[in-house]
């Protein structure tokens, strides 16, 4: 059964590594077309016979694209959660007249390989719950964000610091650049530092990364130097997860972490049925390994979630 892992490997092919997902299968379908690309070829209109025939052969190179498992069984997964939708691709390619051979400066293959492009791109967009405008939007502001990044090097001689992009300073400096340069830009004129910030945590792929690297140790350096507003929702995400231990695992991550108090666990043979273990004996590394663990998958979860 599909672990939180595997499942965050196949989202990685629908966000950060969505175009390496695409590219895979629009060379796929566009590898399987030619009976489709002849059956179009030339055509002004379509009768019944010939869309039938239309809609038959694209279901038959969508069957074969995505009908078996490919090397990377997540980016097969994935593409199977963007499998093109058949009676709107045919649409599409029947409103087209490059892809049918009408337009002699546009070979139809790269006509369909754009329809796919396009079409795949909506179909990812539903998939992750991301609205059209969303994505112009953030098309927008990461244009801003990357001229600010460049005008930082040019100003200092060097890249920002690592985690500038995910700060609320450089939020600040989009806002400020948005003010005094598109001021009436109907995208994001009228946008807040704090709806900047929402963008950021839910579209840039570097903000993803940094806080997925904090998870993996929530009490580590890399975690401490996360942008605030990220370590601010961790820390309820944390809090919320240390409470759902079970009382060993708890106690541990408490004595280890967060108090003084020792950790127990129910093996002893004391009064209460507790044995205090000593923070440098194999029970106690055991249960908190076992403990972060168990804090890093349901703290990316929680995270995961916000950022949706």
């Known amino acids: 059964m599909p672990g939180y892992e595997d499942h965050r490997a196949v989202e990685t092919y629908l966000t950060t590594s969505w175009k390496q997902t695409r590219h895979a299968v629009i060379k796929r379908f566009i590898g399987r077309a030619d009976q489709l690309l002849e059956l179009v070829h030339h055509c002004e209109a379509f009768d019944e016979e010939l869309s039938s025939g239309i809609v038959e052969e694209t279901g038959r190179i969508i069957a074969e694209v995505v009908g078996?498992?490919?090397?990377?069984?997540?980016?097969?997964?994935?593409a199977i959660a963007v499998c093109p939708d058949r009676e709107i691709l045919v649409e599409e390619i029947s409103r087209d007249k490059a892809v049918r051979g009408l337009r002699p400066d546009v070979a139809a293959d790269r006509a369909l390989a754009q329809i796919l492009r396009c079409h795949l791109d909506a179909r990812c967009r539903e998939a992750i719950g991301v609205t059209e405008y969303e994505a112009r939007v953030w098309t927008s502001l990461?244009?801003?964000?990357?001229?600010?990044m460049r005008g930082y090097q040019a100003t200092h001689?060097?890249?920002?610091?690592?985690g500038y992009r995910c700060c609320r300073e450089h939020f600040r400096d989009i806002r400020g650049h948005i003010l005094l340069h598109m001021p009436s830009d109907r995208l994001v004129g009228t946008m807040k530092t704090a709806t900047i910030?929402?963008?950021?945590?839910?579209?840039?792929?570097?903000?993803r990364e940094l806080a997925h690297r904090a998870y993996a140790e929530p009490w580590s350096d890399e975690a401490a130097g996360m942008p605030p507003y990220l370590q601010e929702e961790m820390t309820q995400a944390?809090?919320?997860?240390?409470?759902?231990?079970?009382?060993?695992?708890?106690?541990?991550?408490?004595?280890?972490?967060?108090?003084?108090?020792?950790?127990?666990?129910?093996?002893?043979?004391?009064?209460?049925?507790?044995?205090?273990?000593?923070?440098?004996?194999?029970?106690?590394?055991?249960l908190k390994k076992e403990a972060l663990r168990r804090l890093r998958r349901c703290v990316e979860h929680k995270m995961t979630e916000r950022m949706r």
């Open 68 to 78: 078996e498992p490919w090397s990377s069984r997540p980016m097969w997964e994935a």
């Open 238 to 286: 944390l809090a919320g997860c240390v409470d759902q231990l079970d009382p060993p695992l708890r106690d541990v991550i408490h004595a280890a972490y967060l108090s003084s108090a020792p950790a127990r666990t129910p093996d002893g043979d004391e009064g209460d049925g507790y044995v205090t273990l000593a923070s440098d004996g194999q029970a106690f590394k055991r």
């Open 197 to 207: 910030e929402t963008y950021f945590a839910k579209f840039c792929d570097e903000c």
């Open 157 to 162: 001689g060097r890249f920002p610091p690592p």
């Open 142 to 148: 990461r244009r801003i964000s990357d001229d600010l």
